[in-house]
């Protein structure tokens, strides 16, 4: 079974997916970065792609791609470094990028390599959802890749429905009108869309994301879903000086205990 | 050949709608009404009304007498230049504005390179009393401040794109997010035939006027709507997309896409995205793009900040890869020459962007009955820097 599904089986509350960049802080940080994630436990490990033009994600992200494409990483170098990463890292892997760089390496052999690294899911922002299914899916399945989706307070019903039924391992709730790393508003707005989601009874579980930064606003969101994502707050804390890996233990450790 | 865009946003292989979930609410709904807003006559009379009276078209289609006897050949002007604002763009504008009006939003964000968008877009927000934002690259900024200042004075709020390279794509990026963060009051008014379905159909049809003016006066001035040529600069596209629109399925007319070749398209300094591009996807839509072989986007570079875009709108690239229309090159020195050869010629400072066109003329033999048209996109005056800097005149 998948490690992402096999995760929900076992835990359905205050799920942990930490995402950084690949490439960043440093050009080999990679899977020392992955690594300390399992030990301080981290449930799901997500790991960005570097992209030139990321249009989905705010400053913090924005920078974190700048510096590792400047430190030279690349979607191949990065394949290359998570070749044996699975004699080290037992959790969930996720892979998120957009597309251009996936497609100029190739998706099929992307895939491949995906499924040889042990790769567990995708997250592909800007994939459409109808060339997911036509094109892409049987490629992923073949390749016991989950393809993760994601939803915002916009996403009308019908759609989440969809998405529900073409979605595997969890969904990614978006938690407000934003890029990645904007401040989280406790907003009635906000609490309206968590109960209408959760009324909804999706087959999937879902995790939220965007302005997930700390203890305070991941208890927040595990009330509303199976755990939370948290990503710019993260690169912010290993952006920090001092030792990578206590930077790492510190920072999850404050935000799930 | 038959151009058309099919349901999903595609010319052949080139267009679609890759865009995150964000923002596929607003894609959505611009992509279930926009059509059936063009159409209502409502919206058709307003338009066309503003064309008319605000714009002042339809522009002119005039015989260049002087530049024919020298390239042997009938060359008509298309006289983009004389619209209000300067350039075609305000044709999209004021279409995309009235298209705003209809979907409820009360708010405008656009991007702008050169700054000829934003002008055009800071123009009919005032004209309608709308909030208008308009992302400019940090470094654009630097080298376009009279086109700053008029969106300023224009009232528009000029939004500095601090990230990336701080130019065109990166405007781009920086509009699409603030759409992301405003996603249900807002509009995004993109200027040219770029970006996720149903946008550059949309675009190409405020500007199709262009080709459907042509035809007509083309007819009144010559016996025949075809000319032998159509000719126009393509950076995202929209002004070729316009004087293309009508002749897309009309074999006997050419259509020729001049490129900006910068600095030659050797040198590592081009724009020349069909010579240097593979399809890739950028900003919503799968499309040629100039990128590194890991598919990150390469800086493109031209003397005209209205041509440096990594991209070309996707019906373009789709008219590139099926011979439809005949792409061409043409080096900063090139146009720049070219630029003062016509306003020797004919008395028209033309905008450097549109000087490209111009210059196309030299890779090309006509026989003496050719009909050729140039669509002269816009007017020099934001150039005059940059002439009086290259200085050879």
């Known amino acids: ?257 | 050949m038959k151009v058309k865009v099919d349901e999903r946003g595609y010319y052949g292989n080139f267009g679609g709608a890759y865009i995150p979930e964000m923002l596929y609410p607003n894609i959505e709904e611009l992509r279930d009404n926009y059509e059936r807003i063009m159409a209502e006559p409502d919206f058709q009379e307003q338009f066309q009304s503003l064309l008319k009276d605000f714009v002042g078209r339809p522009t002119p289609l005039y015989k260049a007498e002087r530049l024919s006897e020298k390239y042997g050949a009938k060359i008509y002007l298309k006289r983009e230049d004389l619209c209000h604002t300067g350039a075609h763009k305000v044709n999209n504008t004021i279409g995309q504005i009235l298209m705003a009006q209809r979907l409820g939003k009360k708010k405008i964000i656009a991007e702008t390179g050169a700054g000829q968008h934003g002008v055009a877009t800071a123009t009919v927000c005032a004209l309608m009393g709308v909030e208008c934002i308009v992302y400019m690259g940090a470094v654009d900024i630097e080298r376009q401040k009279p086109n700053v200042e008029r969106m300023r004075i224009l009232g528009a709020e000029v939004r500095a794109a601090e990230s990336g390279s701080k130019t065109l794509k990166d405007a781009t990026n920086e509009a699409m997010r603030h759409w992301i963060n405003n996603p249900t009051d807002t509009h995004y008014i993109i200027g040219s035939v770029v970006g996720p379905h149903p946008y550059p159909e949309m675009v190409a049809r405020f500007q199709s006027v262009i080709s459907e003016e042509i035809k007509k006066q083309l007819q009144e001035q010559e016996g025949q709507t075809n000319p032998d040529y159509v000719i126009a600069c393509v950076g995202g596209g929209s002004n070729a997309a316009g004087a293309f629109y009508h002749y897309y399925d009309d074999e006997d007319v050419q259509l020729v896409a001049v490129e900006a070749a910068g600095k030659g398209n050797h040198t590592g300094e081009s724009a020349a995205t069909t010579v240097l591009g593979k399809p890739g996807v950028l900003h919503g839509s799968r499309t040629l793009l100039m990128q590194t072989e890991d598919g990150q986007v390469v800086e493109p570079y031209s003397i005209s900040a209205g041509l440096d875009y990594p991209g070309i709108g996707p019906v373009h690239a789709h008219l590139y890869e099926t011979g439809r229309a005949k792409f061409y090159s043409v080096t900063d020195e090139e146009a720049m020459k070219s630029g003062i050869q016509l306003s020797r010629l004919e008395g028209i400072i033309p905008a450097i962007e549109t000087a490209h066109a111009f210059a196309a003329l030299n890779q090309m033999s006509f026989k003496p009955e050719d009909i050729v048209v140039i669509n002269l996109s816009g007017r020099g005056d934001k150039d005059l820097e940059t002439y009086i800097k290259w200085g050879k005149y």
């Open chain 1, 1 to 257: 079974m998948n490690r992402i599904e096999e995760l929900f089986k076992h835990k359905s509350d205050r799920v942990l997916n930490v995402y950084f960049t690949a490439g960043y802080p440093q050009l080999d940080d990679t899977t020392a970065i992955m690594e300390q994630l399992e030990v301080s436990g981290a449930d799901l490990i997500e790991v960005g792609i570097p992209f030139s033009d990321p249009i989905a994600d705010g400053p913090t992200i924005q920078d974190s791609n700048g510096v590792a494409l400047d430190n030279g990483m690349t979607l191949k170098l990065l394949l290359e470094q998570l070749k044996g990463v699975r004699e080290k890292v037992s959790i969930p892997i996720i892979l998120m990028g957009y597309i251009n760089p996936i497609v100029q390496y190739g998706i099929e052999q992307f895939c491949k390599d995906c499924q040889e690294i042990g790769v567990d899911g995708l997250i592909l922002p800007d994939l459409p959802m109808f060339e997911y299914i036509e094109v892409h899916k049987p490629l992923f399945d073949k390749h016991g890749l989950l393809n993760i989706f994601l939803i915002t307070p916009q996403t009308s019903e019908s759609r989440i429905r969809d998405i529900d039924e073409n979605s595997s391992g969890f969904i990614y709730m978006v938690s407000s009108a934003s890029t990645t790393g904007a401040k989280a508003q406790v907003s009635g707005d906000q609490e309206a869309y968590f109960a209408r989601i959760k009324a909804m009874d999706l087959k999937n579980p879902t995790l939220i994301g965007f302005g997930i930064s700390n203890k305070e606003t991941f208890d927040k969101a595990s009330a509303n879903a199976n755990g939370a994502i948290i990503g710019s707050a993260f690169i912010k804390a290993i952006s920090k000086e001092g030792n990578l890996n206590d930077n790492i233990d510190e920072f999850v450790k404050s935000v799930i205990s």
